[in-house]
């Protein structure tokens, strides 16, 4: 069973359209981050938690929106989906003292049209 | 504003041959650069780090070499095989802060048999 994992893996919705990407982890890692992934523009932080009570702004966290529900889920929102919020959104984890080493799930595929 | 910027964005070798990635930071502060492999439907994996105490770092074909003074790092794949076709992403951090990775663009390699 993959360590991290995301549903959906793939999302097709509309404009205006509020979409939630979930992400679990068996690691027990307590750091979990968001990122999205753009042709040309490499992977950029959205959100990152350290636990459930610490979430902190990454590069870009307009318009998007978390929670850490648990110490292994942690969700990304978007209220109100945009075009140019099509992109490859990938969760990953990292384990104190060593979160720079970061392991990522297999991504979601979201497409606003 | 590109903290890390990588080139070049897509590189075609022979099998055999070398590839080699180059990456430019800015931020002085950065004490920590990872490489990152994706391949085509997954999520990025730590392929090599290296931190700045050190000008070289090699772990099997696979060589980092780092110039502080030019603030500049790349990856040199050896022996280029077909199967190391992916996506490769250079980052850099604040070693033992948040874990907070920046990322290059992105280099798409293919290795041709």
């Known amino acids: 069973d993959a360590d991290v994992t995301q549903t959906p893996r793939n999302r097709i919705t509309k404009t205006g359209k509020r979409i939630m990407l979930e992400c679990s982890q068996t690691?027990?890692?307590?750091?979990m981050y968001w990122y999205r992934q753009d042709p040309g523009l490499g992977l950029r932080l959205i959100y990152y938690?350290?636990?459930?009570?610490?979430?902190n702004k990454g590069e870009i966290s307009d318009g998007y929106s978390v929670s850490r529900q648990a110490q292994a889920k942690f969700s990304l929102s978007l209220e109100s989906a945009i075009p140019n919020q099509t992109a490859l959104y990938f969760c990953?984890?990292?384990?104190?003292?060593?979160?720079?080493?970061?392991?990522f799930g297999p991504g979601t595929r979201l497409l606003v049209l | 504003q590109q903290q890390v910027k990588q080139s070049p964005q897509s590189l075609i070798v022979q099998k055999g041959g070398i590839s080699i990635i180059n990456c430019a930071y800015e931020?002085?502060?950065?004490?920590?650069f990872p490489w990152y492999q994706q391949f085509p439907g997954k999520g990025p994996a730590l392929l090599i780090a290296?931190?700045?105490?050190?000008s070289e770092k090699k772990e099997g074909r696979f060589t980092i070499s780092f110039n502080k003074s030019a603030k500049q790092f790349s990856l040199h794949i050896m022996d280029s095989q077909p199967g190391d076709s992916a996506t490769y992403f250079c980052?850099?951090?604040?070693?033992?802060?948040?874990?907070?990775?920046?990322f290059g663009q992105g280099t798409t390699l293919q290795v041709k048999p």
């Open positions: 990953a984890t990292g384990e104190k003292g060593r979160q720079e080493t970061q392991y």
């Open positions: 690691k027990g890692h307590d750091r």
């Open positions: 938690s350290f636990d459930v009570k610490d979430i």
């Open positions: 931020n002085t502060a950065f004490d920590y």
């Open positions: 290296i931190r700045p105490d050190v």
């Open positions: 980052a850099a951090s604040i070693f033992g802060n948040t874990g907070k990775l920046i």
